[in-house]
């Protein structure tokens, strides 16, 4: 007989409402970890989501005329919240997903930093007076907020991308419909109850919970829906952006990357070994942002090799809430599959193993591989697991035009003294991304987060999702 969760089925947040399916039908999460129940949640259908949508259209009349200090207050009210419920938010980021708990606490406050920065986006939507050519004509724009926004967020950072899209949309006055990941529902309703706590008006956040497969087409292909923004895979980013695109509703989408690290022969590694790491193994290597191509001058090659093997071998793999413990649980047996297959394919083909290989439960030991070439899966296909490729390079050169070499473009770094090919380096990589002498895995609530070709389009972030989410009105008064 299958256990039960500690906690009660989770429903959907519908005009400020707890309610189940329209179906009364729910679906299973499972911790990671061990693949035990964590929580049955409510399974969504496209009725669900026309409620939603409804309760959101019919919310954004009043909610576009609140005022920003209203707004402001709301949003600082959340973060407030957050903070009186940390223990709550941690334990459910350890369980639900799999988080060590230093991962969970990076992401609690960037969370924090998320919310508390669009509060002070309020105050920011802001037009401009423009000269005219016509006598005693005075010309502005003005921005609106579009109306409803479909946010659609990943397992692996669901409080990072829930606070910064929920309360961004929030910020400038547009109301929102969410679809969580159905591996991450539970992070997603409690954020949901901060929220109404916080007092912000009924219909102007909703969620419902289910499998995207499933509803995700009915909310991103709603006529009423007036912004989509989605973050994961680069298939299903490319589906949605076809359909908004028959539907000319803006969006913005944050998908998969193949993010390269450059070594050059000058760097330091005492200082560069820690970041290097924490560029594959955060989480697993579960992070769009994760560096899975180094490239190595060769001056530096076997010492890195060396270095890296140490460190990967020694990764805490404990307990997820022994501050020591660093990698995570893959999220699902499809996922952990893939990672085997990739691992499995680039040996069978002649790559070398230089750390890990083998697993521990659900998690894969930290993987190194060196000799990997064209003709294996690993070498352009994103993983999403702790696995990550070395590869020598003779130059500087070589290595900016084979971290280029990809279909993606979202992160990347390099590491050198020489200040000259760092911006170089910053100026031609093909990526959404740059950081010179630290790790692909950063993010920052205002900074414009995204990347290109394969990895996504536009930008998230306070100035971009302010100038996504709205839009421009040209307004003149003949005087």
């Known amino acids: ?89 941690l334990d459910c980021l350890v369980d639900e997903i799999g988080s060590p708990i230093q991962k969970a606490m990076f992401e609690f406050e960037k969370g924090l930093t998320m919310v ?9 939507v802001r037009g401009e007076t423009i000269p005219s050519d016509a006598p005693g004509k005075f010309s ?25 899209l929920v309360a961004n949309a929030l910020a400038v006055g547009n109301t929102v419909v969410h679809l969580p990941s159905e591996m991450a529902p539970r992070l997603t309703t409690l954020f949901a ?30 006529k009423d829906v007036d912004f ?13 952006n076809e359909i908004c695109a028959k539907n000319k509703t803006p ?25 290097v790491a924490r560029s594959i193994f955060m989480f697993g290597g579960q992070a769009c942002i994760g560096s899975s191509r180094f490239y190595v001058e060769r001056p530096l090659f076997d010492e890195f090799v060396k270095r890296f093997s140490m460190i990967a071998s020694k990764a805490g793999m404990g307990d997820l809430r022994d501050p ?32 890990g290989g083998d697993w521990e439960g659900n998690r894969c030991q930290p993987t190194l591989l060196t000799g990997v070439t064209e003709e294996m899966t690993v070498c352009r296909t994103e993983t999403f697991g ?41 100026r031609h990589i093909d990526a959404g991304m740059c950081h010179v002498n630290g790790p692909t895995i950063h993010d920052e609530a205002h900074v414009p987060f995204g990347g290109n070709g394969e990895s996504g389009v536009g930008r998230e972030g306070t100035d971009a999702d302010m100038e996504a989410m709205t839009e421009l009105k040209w307004i003149t008064i003949q005087l």
């Not at 649980?329 to 691992?343: A, E, F, M």
């Not at 070395?390 to 390099?414: F, H, V």
Request: with cysteine; glycine share 8%.
């Open 324 to 355: 020591t413990t660093v990698i995570a649980p893959i999220i699902s047996d499809r996922q952990r599959q893939r990672v085997k297959d990739h691992i499995a394919d680039a040996v069978a083909k002649g790559a070398t193993i230089a750390a």
């Open 386 to 426: 702790p696995v990550t490729s070395i590869y020598p390079i003779d130059s500087y050169e070589e290595g900016l035009e084979k971290a280029n070499d990809t279909e993606y473009g979202l992160s990347s770094a390099i590491f050198t003294k020489d200040i000259n090919k760092a911006f170089h380096f910053a």
């Open 251 to 275: 969006n913005t989408l944050e998908l998969g990357g193949k993010s390269p690290t450059v070594i050059l022969a000058d760097a330091d590694l005492d200082k560069a070994m820690p970041l």
């Open 193 to 222: 109850g901060i929220v109404a706590e916080a007092g912000f008006p009924e219909g102007g956040y909703n969620v419902v919970t289910g499998y995207g497969h499933e509803i995700g087409d009915a909310l991103t292909s709603h």
């Open 140 to 164: 502005m724009s003005v921005r609106e907020p579009l109306g409803v926004v479909a946010v659609i967020t990943p397992f692996n950072v669901p409080l990072i991308k829930t606070s910064r």
């Open 116 to 124: 508390r920065a669009a509060a002070g986006l309020c105050r920011n």
């Open 1 to 89: 007989m299958k256990p039960l969760s500690k906690f009660p089925p989770l429903q959907h947040f519908v005009n400020g409402v707890w309610v189940d399916a329209e179906n009364g039908a729910v679906f299973d999460v499972m911790n990671p970890l061990d693949d035990g129940l964590y929580v049955q949640a409510a399974k969504g259908t496209d009725v669900d989501i026309q409620k939603a949508v409804a309760a959101a259209k019919a919310a954004f009349a009043t909610y576009r005329e609140t005022l920003p200090k209203e707004r402001e207050r709301w949003l600082l009210r959340v973060a407030e919240i957050m903070e009186d419920r940390k223990s709550e938010l």
């Open 228 to 240: 989509v923004t989605f973050t994961g895979s680069t298939m299903v980013g490319q589906h949605i």
